[in-house]
């Protein structure tokens, strides 16, 4: 049994029930309400998520190998790694990401909780994106905490350390975000991996182009401000959208 | 005739696209009219099985 | 005035018999256009000074490009009707749509391949218009995977459709790319409100096989359209009078 006990008595359903009683219908979306309900949804999710460390730490070493492959099926000279260096970043922590947000909804739709969340009276939408930002503690930050030692590995100095980590912390806003999107589209959808991705590439390519960009830059010592804003741009346009539109989707895929 | 052919040397390029493009515009056809043959069909099977049902 | 006709277009028994009714009215006419425009582009127009013949494949690159684009829109627009107002003929609408888009975005893909390599060297080159209509491609293919992974039809149709409506951004970044970018593809001769930098004699060709082709959407759109309406009516009455005829 977790910390919150059954869903009738989990927080975010009882802050929506108390406020329901105590307020007409549409002040559910007060917002202190609603940012209560979202704050609640994510110290959830985190705390659910560190109570299995070991699957917090596979999008980690999938990386890791991943970038691992690199050196070994190209060439071991760091010269020709150097060159591909932001490419195998850039596809090591998209492939991670991917994997991990196959996770994203799927523990909570099996046990009913994210009924729940549709049925609160809470913005859906708000909720959503509580998860989706605990997916990026989880997995985007540990990400670009983690590939400075993949560049490492692939001959790149320290002095591109900081633009590889905020590139890859930027860009992995986004790619969070719109995974959401098919996360909640593929909902229930056995073996759904392939079809995850097939979802979320298209949409996460422009934020591959500029990322890896911005990583290049970063290792060739250029100026990296203008894909690094392109990227926040992007990571900006995501938060407003991604998460009605997931909203959205898990709604059509709980019905 | 031959230049029509040749396409100003060019040839490689010209035909294989417009074999593409007509290969679409045919496939399209087959490709829906098969779809709707195999609605009817399954419409017909489905009513028939209910027909069998009472 | 009434507003009758509309409203019967949300019927899939009307739809169904309109359908089959205007197909032949869309398809002539297009095969017309198109073995017209065949004509005028391949025989007709002269050769142009730059590129010689090879320039004549723009007589089935630009109309599958145009396709790959429309198509989409004519999707994601069905798609947000049967969204937002739960109906389900638009929603087959959507559904019709996609496999055509899909081959004409690969032909399209596949003809620009083949008019690189002579005029530009390459037969690819990641330039954001290329990239974007790739994009394009596996928007399609992801909607029709969609389509294909969920069992329950309208689970089907309304999560397709917020997949559709979410790409629909892809399309202005394709035919804004290369005004936005320094592009290795050129920038629009055509489809821009001013005047058409084109010749008269390659210009008519090519916008007689742009209308051959949309014609020709509409007409296989009507075709699949019966099927998918039909899918949709699980057991109703006039499903019997149509099967049995």
Redesign the interface.
Known sequence: MNRFGSPATHPVVQAGATHARRAPLWAATDRAAMFDAARLALARDLTLAFRKRGQLVQPLAFFAMVTMLFPLAISPELSRLREVAPGVVWAGALLASLLALEFLFRDDAYDGTLEQYALSGQSLTWLIFAKTVAHWLLTGVPLALMAPLAAFSLGVSAAAVPGIVASVAVGSVALSLIGS?GAA??LG?KR?GA?LS??T???S?PVL?FGARATQLAITGGPLAAPLELLAALAVLAVTLAPL?AA??VR??L? | MTQFFDMGGYAAFVWPSYAVTLAAIALNIVWARRALARSREEARRRLAMRGEER | MTWTWFHRLASPPYVYTLAARLTPWFAWPAALLIIGGLWGGLVMAPPDYQQGDGFRIIYVHAPSAWMSLMVYTTMASAAAVGLIWRIKVAHAVAASCAPIGASFTFAALVTGALWGQPMWGTYWQWDPRLTSELILLFLYLGYMGLRAGLEDTQRADRASAVLAVVGVVNVPIIHYSVTWWNSLHQAPSVMRLAKPTMALSMLVPLLMMLLGFTLFFAAILLVRLRGEVLSRERAASWIREIVNA
């Open positions: 999107i589209l593929t959808i759904s079809l097939l979802l590439l298209p949409l390519l182009i539109a959205a989707a059509i895929s019905e």
